[in-house]
């Protein structure tokens, strides 16, 4: 992939936790850093066997990204409606400040995407 893509900017977002808890994290980081690919950082529900720890990881100076993909307690068991319906509040994401600060001090630009996309949930707080 890395050749295929060669001079395109990457990002790379790990699906299972292991990747990004603590034991791992600088191999991780290491492996990007080496394919020249950025980390993508991910918010979803914690406390399941699956849910994607909180970090912010910098594989590459180009970019960074975080994707927002919402807090249902539906992951794993639900539809993918249910696992994507979720608003979040402003407690919620003021917990992600201190993270992308420190993304956009050690990268040129820090995109912040939102997946939490059924029933429009990114902006159902917006019409309240």
């Known amino acids: 992939m890395r050749e295929r893509a060669a001079g395109w900017p990457v990002a790379v977002e790990f699906r299972h936790p292991d990747w990004w808890r603590e034991d791992g994290r600088d191999r991780t980081t290491a492996l990007l850093t080496d394919l020249d690919m950025a980390a993508v950082a991910v918010d979803t529900v914690q406390g399941l066997p699956h849910s994607m720890p909180p970090v ?15 807090r249902s307690t539906a992951w794993g068991t639900g539809s993918k409606e249910d696992r994507f319906r979720h608003a979040y509040s402003p407690a919620e994401l ?14 040129d630009e820090v995109h912040v995407l939102f997946n939490n996309c059924c029933a429009d949930a990114p902006y159902a707080r917006r019409s309240r």
């Open 94 to 107: 003021a917990e992600w400040l201190p993270r992308v600060r420190s993304m956009a001090e050690r990268a």
């Open 56 to 70: 912010a990881p910098v594989s590459v100076a180009r970019h960074a990204v975080v994707r927002y993909h919402g």
